[in-house]
């Protein structure tokens, strides 16, 4: 991966790295300036979230308090690859609770000063006992 590739990715990597401190997650305008207007998640219900939706939500959803001990994403494992210019693709993992997570994020650059914004997101389960 070239230096540019690298560079991209590991913005993406800490835009949704951001998404995950409950700050942003407690905060609207913060989450809107890292969510792509035409984003969508399938969350681990099979609930489908669009922006709208996501951004009216995301402050009362888990790992959104900014009360001290609340429960917080521990994100591991994260890596991603430029699938086009201005597209990269993220996976990782997270533990949120006691529960494993394995996560997919697509992160598209905006034009000007919108910097990275998430334009996919999907979360899997993993079942106690899985590797």
């Known amino acids: 991966m070239d230096s540019s590739a690298t ?13 995950m401190d409950p700050r942003v997650r407690s905060s609207r305008g913060l989450t809107q300036r890292l969510l792509d ?3 969508v998640e399938v969350g681990a219900s099979g ?5 709208d939706a996501m951004l009216a ?11 001290a001990y609340a429960p917080t994403y521990e994100p591991s494992e994260i890596s ?4 086009a210019p201005g597209v990269v693709h993220l996976t990782f993992e ?9 996560r ?5 650059k905006g034009e000007g000063e919108a910097g990275w914004r998430m334009y996919y997101h999907q979360g899997t389960p993993v079942p106690p006992g899985v590797e």
């Open 47 to 51: 609930r489908r979230y669009t922006y």
């Open 7 to 19: 560079d991209d990715v590991n913005q993406a990597i800490a835009a949704e790295l951001q998404l």
């Open 37 to 39: 207007p035409e984003f």
């Open 94 to 102: 997270t533990v949120f609770d006691g529960r494993r997570s394995r």
């Open 57 to 67: 939500e995301l402050a009362d959803h888990p790992g959104s308090s900014t009360q």
């Open 80 to 83: 991603g690859v430029l699938l």
């Open 104 to 108: 997919s994020s697509l992160w598209r």
